[in-house]
């Protein structure tokens, strides 16, 4: 089994860009199949990685993504990027698999969002 991200065709609510997280046999098909299920345009697969035990390597890349989440009753999240949300989900997998980062590169979750966070203060308020 394969756990992927996908980019969804359409944006959110307010213009945020979407990314489908989950497990499939087939990464390959399961995009065919989420691009063909009446959705305005097509899923891109960004990444899939194959792991032994799909369903907990999912259940725990939900719970450390839960911030980003679009919708609890969704597999669906926000990020900024096609980088952030690729970066998110391979150290998040990368957590189950080992239980900690392996690297300082890729950022953790709560320092993403506080990256992001003083990037928007700084142009928000940008004189």
């Given amino acids: 089994m394969y756990i ?3 980019r969804a065709p359409y944006r959110g609510e307010w213009g ?3 990314y489908k997280i989950g497990i499939t046999k087939s990464p390959a098909s399961r995009k065919n199949t ?3 299920s009446g959705v305005c345009g097509h899923f891109e697969l960004m990444h899939s990685q194959k792991v032994a035990e799909a369903r907990d390597c999912e259940l725990s890349v939900f719970k450390t ?3 980003y989440r679009y919708r609890s009753d969704k597999e669906f999240f926000v990020f900024e990027s096609d980088e952030i949300a690729l970066r998110a989900a391979c150290e998040a997998i990368d957590y189950y698999k080992i239980g900690k980062p392996v690297s300082s590169v890729v950022m953790m979750p709560n320092e993403l969002l506080e990256q992001l966070e ?5 142009e928000e308020y940008a004189v």
């Fill in 4 to 6: 992927y991200l996908a």
């Fill in 16 to 18: 945020e860009r979407l």
């Fill in 34 to 36: 989420l691009s063909n």
């Fill in 65 to 67: 993504l839960d911030f």
């Fill in 118 to 122: 003083d990037r928007w203060m700084d």
